[in-house]
């Protein structure tokens, strides 16, 4: 069973960057999609990013342009660039890896705050 492990997580300034990496600790990581999904307090969990086996990728409406949802096989490591942030992107971040397309197997979460 693959348990991916999030990091990067932090408090950021309006404007500012961050990048969350989502380590997997299995040997199959590349036979997985990738979501990547935030939740803050009193809203439902969201979509954000997504990339397929093959590379491709998805983004929700309200980070496209300024997100970015990379992975690195070979590290066994996925990433989310995230850039132009607003204090409406703070909520945690959960890494899951997806198996035909279906969320499966799901990180601890990383905290990213957005804030003056």
């Known amino acids: 069973q693959v348990q991916p492990v999030e990091s990067g997580g932090g408090l950021v300034q309006p404007g500012g960057s961050l990048r969350l990496s989502c380590a997997a600790s299995?040997?199959?990581?590349?036979?997985?999609?990738m979501n990547w999904y935030r939740q803050a307090p009193g809203k439902e969990r969201e979509l954000v990013a997504s990339?397929?086996?093959?590379?491709?990728?998805n983004y929700a409406d309200s980070v496209k342009g300024r997100f970015t949802i990379s992975r690195d096989n070979a590290k066994f490591t996925g990433y989310l660039q995230m850039n132009s942030l607003k204090p409406e992107d703070t909520a945690v971040y959960h890494c899951?890896?997806?198996?035909?397309?279906?969320?499966?197997?799901w990180g601890q979460g990383t905290q990213v705050t957005v804030s003056s």
């Open positions: 899951n890896l997806a198996i035909n397309g279906r969320p499966r197997y």
């Open positions: 299995g040997f199959s990581f590349s036979r997985y999609g």
């Open positions: 990339i397929t086996t093959s590379g491709g990728t």
